[in-house]
């Protein structure tokens, strides 16, 4: 097998494992988000709970 072969497999290999790491962060960081927006939004329609009613 040709080392340019090689070297162009072993690239790609790398490239997907560094896209699947960054995959990987990205979900996390959504879903960070996600609950940080959810315990906002519910703190929010508690206070609007207590505003009166006109």
Known sequence: MS???T???LLA???LLVL???ACRLWA???T???EVDTASRALASAAR???RR
């Open 3 to 5: 080392w340019t072969l």
């Open 7 to 9: 070297a162009a497999v």
């Open 13 to 15: 290999t790398a490239g």
């Open 20 to 22: 699947g790491v960054l």
């Open 29 to 31: 960081d959504v879903r």
């Open 33 to 35: 988000l996600a609950r």
């Open 50 to 52: 207590d505003l009166p």
